[in-house]
C-alpha cells in the first residue's frame, strides 16, 4: 500500500504557485505509483477561495490513478461540503464528526476541523479500526511540540486549533495519525501505543517562517518518511562577522547558497556582528553575490570596528577573555559584549 500524506497547501489565486505545488504533488504521487493521496486540512486558504478555484481543480483532480481524500481545515472548514464537486478523483471526508473511508488494505477515519476537543469523540473514534489493514486517522490539529511556537502552525495568532496530546492519543487504535496545521517542516511522533503521529508540513513556503526545502509524507507497507519537493521555499542563511574574517564568512555563504535553487528558494542573506575591514567593501560583495542569483536579497546588519580593535585598553581586556578557560560559546558571547561595550561608548563620543 502506498499513500502520500500532504496537508496546508492554502490555494489560494493570488498565489498561484500554490496550485504549481499542487500539480507537482500529485505528479510525484502517480510516478510514484500511489494507492492514495490525503490531504489533512487546509487544501485552500479560505473557504471564498474554495468557490473561485474549483472550477479550475476539476481539470487536474479527475482520472487520476488514485483517489484524493481531504479533510476540511480551520481555514476551509466550510469548503468541502455535500454538492461541491471537485473533480471525479476527488473524495471529501467532510461528514461530522468523522467519515470512513476504505481502500483494499487501508481505512481512513477522517475527522473534519471543529472547534473545541477531541477527547469526548475518541471513545468512538477507538471503536473504528479495522482488522488486517493499515488504519489511519486524519486530523487537522494543535499539537504542543517542544521547540515550537504558535508561528509553526501559520499565521493564526495565539488560538489552539483541535489541541491534542500523546496523553489524549494513547491507546488510539490506529496504526498512523496523520494530521495537518504544523507548517514549517515533517515531523514525526511514536507513540507509546506504537501508532505514529505524523505532521507533513506544507508543500510550498506560505510564509518566510516555512523554511527549507518542501516535502510530503510518503508511506510504503505502513513505514512513514518525508519526500522533497521541487516547489517554491524560503532559506535564510544567517551569519556573523565578529570574530571571524571576512573572507571565510563568505565562502561559508557562497557554499551554502549554491545548495539552494534560485528558481524556487526565496534566499534571504543575513549578516550581522562586528567587522574589522571597510563596510563598503563587504556590503559591495555581498550584493555582488546576491546580483548572480534570482529571489536573492541582503540584510546588512553588520558594523565596521576597525579602529576600535586598536584600542590599547580593548586589547588588554580582549588578552584577558583569550586567556581564560571557558568554552567557547562564552567566550564568543563575552567577546560580543566587548565589542559592543567598545561600539557604544564610541557611538556616545566617551573615548
Not at 32 to 61: T, Y
Not at 218 to 237: R, V
Not at 293 to 320: A, C, F, M, P
Request: aromatic share 8%; net charge negative.
Amino acid at each position: 500500500m502506498k499513500i502520500l500524506h500532504t496537508a496546508d497547501v492554502h490555494l489560494h489565486q493570488d498565489h498561484p504557485r500554490r496550485l504549481e505545488a499542487l500539480k507537482k504533488v500529485l505528479q510525484l504521487a502517480t510516478e510514484k505509483g500511489a494507492d492514495l493521496v490525503l490531504i489533512a486540512g487546509d487544501l485552500f486558504d479560505n473557504d471564498n477561495q474554495a468557490q473561485q478555484l474549483r472550477p479550475q481543480l476539476r481539470s487536474f483532480l479527475s482520472d487520476l490513478p488514485f483517489p484524493v481524500l481531504a479533510i476540511p481545515g480551520n481555514h476551509d472548514q466550510h469548503a468541502l461540503g455535500q454538492g461541491t464537486h471537485y473533480g471525479k478523483s476527488f473524495k471529501p471526508l467532510a461528514n461530522k464528526p468523522y467519515e470512513i473511508f476504505d481502500h483494499d488494505q487501508c481505512r481512513v477515519v477522517g475527522v473534519p476541523y471543529f472547534e473545541g476537543s477531541l477527547a469526548p469523540l475518541l471513545p468512538e473514534l477507538r471503536q473504528l479500526p479495522k482488522e488486517g489493514v493499515l488504519n489511519i486517522l486524519m486530523l487537522h490539529c494543535t499539537w504542543a511540540l517542544p521547540n515550537f511556537t504558535d508561528r509553526d502552525y501559520g499565521d493564526e495568532g495565539h488560538g489552539r486549533y483541535l489541541p491534542v496530546t500523546e496523553q489524549l492519543l494513547k491507546e488510539n487504535g490506529f496504526d498512523l495519525v496523520l494530521a495537518g496545521h504544523f507548517h514549517t517542516t515533517y515531523i514525526v511522533r511514536e507513540l507509546p501505543c506504537g501508532s505514529r503521529f505524523v505532521y507533513s508540513g506544507s508543500p510550498i513556503s506560505i510564509t518566510s517562517r516555512e523554511q527549507g526545502r518542501r516535502s510530503v509524507n510518503w508511506i510504503e507497507d505502513g513505514q512513514c518518511q518525508p519526500l522533497e519537493l521541487d516547489t517554491d521555499y524560503h532559506q535564510t542563511i544567517a551569519r556573523s562577522l565578529t570574530g571571524r574574517q571576512w573572507e571565510e564568512v563568505l565562502a561559508e555563504i557562497e557554499k551554502n547558497a549554491a545548495d539552494h535553487p534560485d528558481y524556487i528558494c526565496q534566499l534571504l542573506i543575513q549578516v550581522d556582528g562586528y567587522a574589522p575591514g571597510s563596510e563598503q567593501d563587504i556590503h559591495r560583495e555581498l550584493e555582488k553575490l546576491a546580483s548572480g542569483r534570482n529571489n536573492t536579497t541582503v540584510e546588512h546588519l553588520y558594523r565596521g570596528v576597525g579602529s576600535l580593535l586598536d584600542d590599547k585598553l580593548y586589547k588588554r581586556i580582549k588578552q584577558s577573555l583569550d586567556a581564560a578557560e571557558t568554552d567557547e560559546r562564552l567566550a564568543q558571547q563575552a567577546h560580543n559584549m566587548l565589542l559592543e561595550a567598545f561600539v557604544r561608548q564610541a557611538g556616545e563620543g566617551n573615548r
